[in-house]
């Protein structure tokens, strides 16, 4: 399993630009990464997935570097509606015995 | 489209006694999945299914059941539950696999499941 490590927690204010990294050393070269964000009392929302390089959709941006042994999730000018809790997911489109979720980051967006 | 939806909300058992958590879908989706949440561990995946009549185990299976006889539907059993099951449970359905393209998972609202 990949194992994944991300920041427990993270505080940003309005209109800034908030990045958020997870590690994922041992990635296997079939593994996706994905990320979901979660507000109290919900499930979890998908928000992008990638495998290498950038991608961007009207939300977030995620960028992941050569060796993909780590992930970025970009929030172009946060928002107070987008404190949540954001995780990390790691694993193949096949096997599902090979998912790993992160425990996930709080942000916290102040005023 | 009523997306992913679970049945009950809130359930308290007593150890030992059995209860089925209830999860539809109505997006045709192949794919369904069963988590639990715990307080700093994120979510653990416990069964999963690529399609009626075929289920396969995740990472924590042990003290959990399930089938899945039609696309729309795919229950969670608790045979004898045990205060290590308290928890939150998410059912999830995606079009193809649990990752990568098409993966992308819809979750449903959670069911909070409490055994003293």
């Known amino acids: 399993l990949a194992k994944t490590t991300q920041p427990i927690s993270m505080d940003s204010y309005e209109g800034q630009e908030v990045n958020i990294t997870c590690s994922h050393n041992?990635?296997?070269?079939?593994?996706?990464i994905t990320w979901y964000q979660q507000f109290p009392s919900q499930g979890p929302r998908f928000i992008i997935q990638g495998y290498k390089t950038k991608v961007t959709n009207e939300v977030a941006s995620l960028f992941i570097p050569a060796d993909r042994k780590s992930s970025t999730l970009s929030l172009p000018r946060v928002s107070l509606s987008d404190t949540a809790v954001y995780y990390c997911?790691?694993?193949?489109?096949?096997?599902?015995?090979?998912?790993?979720f992160g425990s996930g980051t709080q942000l916290t967006v102040l005023p | 489209n009523a997306g992913v939806t679970q049945t009950p909300k809130f359930q308290v058992l007593k150890t030992g006694q059995s209860m089925t958590l209830q999860c539809a879908q109505d997006?045709?989706?192949?794919?369904m999945s069963w988590y639990r949440q715990d307080p700093g561990m994120g979510l653990r995946l416990i069964h999963y299914?690529?399609?009626?009549?075929?289920?396969d185990q995740g990472e924590v299976p042990n003290g959990y059941n399930v089938s899945r006889s039609t696309t729309e539907d795919f229950p969670l059993r608790l045979l004898s539950a045990a205060p290590s099951q308290t928890s939150v449970y998410f059912c999830?359905?995606?079009?193809?696999?649990?990752?990568?393209?098409?993966?992308?998972?819809?979750f449903g609202p959670g069911t909070r499941l409490t055994v003293t």
């Open positions: 999830a359905s995606s079009y193809s696999g649990l990752a990568g393209p098409s993966g992308e998972q819809y």
């Open positions: 299914s690529v399609g009626a009549g075929i289920t």
């Open positions: 997911l790691v694993g193949p489109s096949g096997s599902a015995r090979q998912l790993t």
């Open positions: 997006m045709n989706h192949e794919y």
């Open positions: 041992n990635i296997a070269t079939n593994d996706y």
